[in-house]
């Protein structure tokens, strides 16, 4: 299956930081409205997610293309942000006593079901789109890539992301900014010209 073997180098980088975290850091600020704990728990999502939606049926036809559609879709998604944060709180809670446990469990279940997936698996994801699971791990990376970042910092500790899933999910937040009509305002930046504006973001 195309794309597990970057999406399983970002989860094992992930889990690596959530093995340095201590019992005091999880109510520590994470992100936003999120402890570590919180951040930590959306940050599962991006594996647990995989195997929840291949315990489905499959969908026959892809409303989302690929990784790029998906992102900007987010943007007209009925799920807003109250929600995304919600469930990071709750799917912190659900990581237990032993998060490195739970997580290395759910990217092991994880694996063991793209393993038995054909190449051409369109997934069911929240909101009610398909995607096909090829293009579905992209945004998989992009999440376990970025949050991981996030978690290191909030932490205090050194992640081990493999080069490749860092170079694959900055060139998706390019070409999202680039097909969201940000293409220009990017590439000034990357090339010393401007900086990007406040609040800048490409989800």
């Known amino acids: 299956m195309k794309n597990v073997a970057v999406f399983e180098g970002a989860a094992r980088a992930f889990i690596g930081v959530l093995g340095g975290i201590t019992p005091a850091q999880w109510d520590e600020p994470g992100l936003g409205v ?8 959306h940050t599962a999502r991006a594996i647990s997610t995989v195997e929840e939606y291949l315990s489905g049926p499959a969908a026959s036809t892809a409303s989302c293309p690929d990784a790029e ?9 009925s799920v807003g942000s109250d929600a995304v944060a919600a469930r990071g709180v709750t799917a912190g ?26 190449s051409n698996r369109i997934v069911s994801v929240v909101g009610g789109r398909t995607i096909p699971l ?19 910092r909030a932490a205090g500790i050194a992640h081990a992301l493999p080069a490749e899933a ?27 010209r401007l900086a990007l504006p406040e609040g800048f973001s490409v989800v």
């Open 34 to 41: 999120w402890t570590i704990r919180s951040l930590a728990g």
């Open 93 to 118: 809670v659900q990581l237990g006593d032993d998060p490195h446990s739970a997580v290395t469990g759910s990217l092991r279940r994880a694996l063991a079901a793209l393993a038995t997936q054909p």
């Open 69 to 77: 559609s998906y992102f900007l879709g987010l943007h007209d998604s």
């Open 134 to 152: 090829s293009e579905y791990l992209r945004t998989r990376t992009f999440e376990l890539v970025v949050h991981t970042m996030d978690l290191s």
């Open 166 to 192: 860092v170079a694959e999910a900055a060139a998706l937040a390019a070409r999202v900014a680039a097909l969201g009509g940000n293409g220009e305002v990017l590439l000034l930046a990357l090339t010393g």
